[in-house]
């Protein structure tokens, strides 16, 4: 029997779980397809990294009712505290000068998706359609027809919305022949918490150093998470260090601020790139998150921009769903096409420049860069314009 959808997400990650959240309780039937079973601790999507999210995000999260569970875990970040390494400029952006509480959130990405997973339990407009797999999709004129493969059953769906969240090497944008382009930055980072010697005071650093950026974040348990960026020879050695070893290397490349760093947790590792989906949106169906655009984690941008895709869509179906339109026909999905297809170029470009401008060897580069973060901290208007733009607002 052909099950039937009004709207089917393909990745039941941050985003795609976020976005059936979203919808629900609008009177349309949503199916959520993701490819590890519930509960997993193994989900790709709610590992141990932490997620600096924008005041923009918050402001999304509120607006699906998600904030209220995740106030308690968060960690506020209420300074920014940006300097390069060997050289004297610095910059500082603080919560107070943009009269906001925070200029953003630390959550662990392990502790997002609980909530998530929680949530969606109780929404009893989405069937969790887990462990599952899209083994087939075809276009009609009115609707979408999948064929979902979970264990040895393959059952049929049809539905009128298609979202493929699936993540960066997604494979429903590969099985729509969405060809996706973008590069290898040969780098890696890696992510474990430690512990400050002094207190972190709500602050997050992020530090750029000739081996590549380093970042610490504030949790709320008064440990930080670092992220350390390296080129694959690099990592290969900082992953044979033991504990002393590998706080004592990272001391060196993130100076003594929060005085002299202890207890470093398990290490991960993560492989960087650049990919961007050539289009988001096809006949019947709009690519969204990871699977539109992986950024380097360089600004903290990919969930946020994430959320912002969310958003749009969200207004578009239900504008659409409010005026008994059809919420898969292509005049709906425009607006999301327009909107963010425009961001996500914005984003990635200023993401990539500034792994460019940090990591180049050129030394009039490293002069101009050092130049640049003087002049930023005493130019409050151009400091406030990147700071509204680093909340997202
Ligand atoms: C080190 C690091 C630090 C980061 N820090 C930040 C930060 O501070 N702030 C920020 O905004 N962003 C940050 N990001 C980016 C952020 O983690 C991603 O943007 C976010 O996870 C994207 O979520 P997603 O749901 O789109 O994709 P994913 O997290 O990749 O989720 C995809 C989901 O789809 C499922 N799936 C995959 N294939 C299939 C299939 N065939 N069928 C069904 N389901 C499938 C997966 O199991 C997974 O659940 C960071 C990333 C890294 C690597």
Redesign the pocket.
């Known amino acids: 029997m052909t099950q039937t959808y009004d709207l089917l997400i ?8 976020s976005l059936a959240i979203a919808l629900h309780g609008h009177g349309l039937r949503i199916g959520l ?4 079973p519930l509960g997993d601790p193994g ?4 590992d141990d ?6 005041y923009g ?1 918050r402001q999304i999260l509120e607006s699906i009712q998600l904030w209220p569970q995740l106030a308690e875990q968060v960690a506020p970040i209420r300074q920014i505290h940006i300097s390069d390494q060997g050289h004297f400029g610095c910059a500082r952006i603080t919560a107070d000068q943009e009269q906001v509480p925070a200029l953003g959130y ?1 959550l662990p ?1 392990r502790q997002l998706g609980r909530v998530l997973w929680q949530q969606l339990h109780q929404c009893h407009d989405v069937s969790l359609l887990t462990p ?3 083994t087939s999709v075809q276009h009609m004129p009115d609707q979408v027809q999948v064929r979902l493969q979970q264990g040895d059953r393959t059952s049929s769906l049809t539905t009128r919305l298609l979202v493929a ?8 944008r590969e099985q729509l022949q969405i060809p996706a382009t973008g590069w290898d930055y040969h780098q890696i ?1 890696v ?1 474990a918490s430690i512990t400050p010697g002094r207190p972190h005071a709500d602050t997050a650093y992020q530090r750029f150093t000739p081996f590549g950026p380093v970042a610490l ?1 504030p949790h709320r348990a008064g440990h930080c998470t670092l ?1 350390w960026t390296l080129h694959p020879e690099q990592h290969a050695q900082v992953l044979q260090y033991n504990d002393a070893q590998f706080c004592a290397a990272f001391q060196r490349q993130f100076g003594y601020r929060l005085g002299v760093l202890q207890r470093v947790g398990k290490r ?1 590792s ?1 492989p ?1 790139r650049l990919c961007r989906a050539q289009q988001i949106v096809a006949q019947r169906t709009a690519i ?4 539109a655009h ?2 380097h ?1 360089i600004a ?8 912002r895709d969310l958003n749009t869509l969200v207004d578009s179906v239900l504008a659409a769903q409010g005026a008994g339109r059809d919420i898969g026909a292509a005049d709906c999905l425009s607006q999301y096409q327009s909107v963010c297809q425009r961001e996500h170029q914005r984003v990635a470009q200023a993401t990539d420049g500034l792994v460019r401008l940090f990591t180049s060897p050129l030394r009039s580069l490293q002069w101009a860069r050092n130049i640049g973060l003087l002049a930023f901290d005493h130019l409050s208007p151009v400091k406030h314009a990147l700071a509204r733009t680093a909340m997202g607002l």
């Open positions: 393909v990745g039941g990650g941050l985003v795609g779980a397809v993701e490819a590890r989900q790709p999507s709610y990294r932490a997620l600096a999210l924008s995000s630390v990405a599952a797999q899209v969240a699936d993540g960066s090497d997604s494979r429903l980072a992510v974040l992220i991960h993560y960087l969204i998150g990871n699977a992986t950024l984690p903290g941008q990919g969930l946020n921009l994430g959320l």
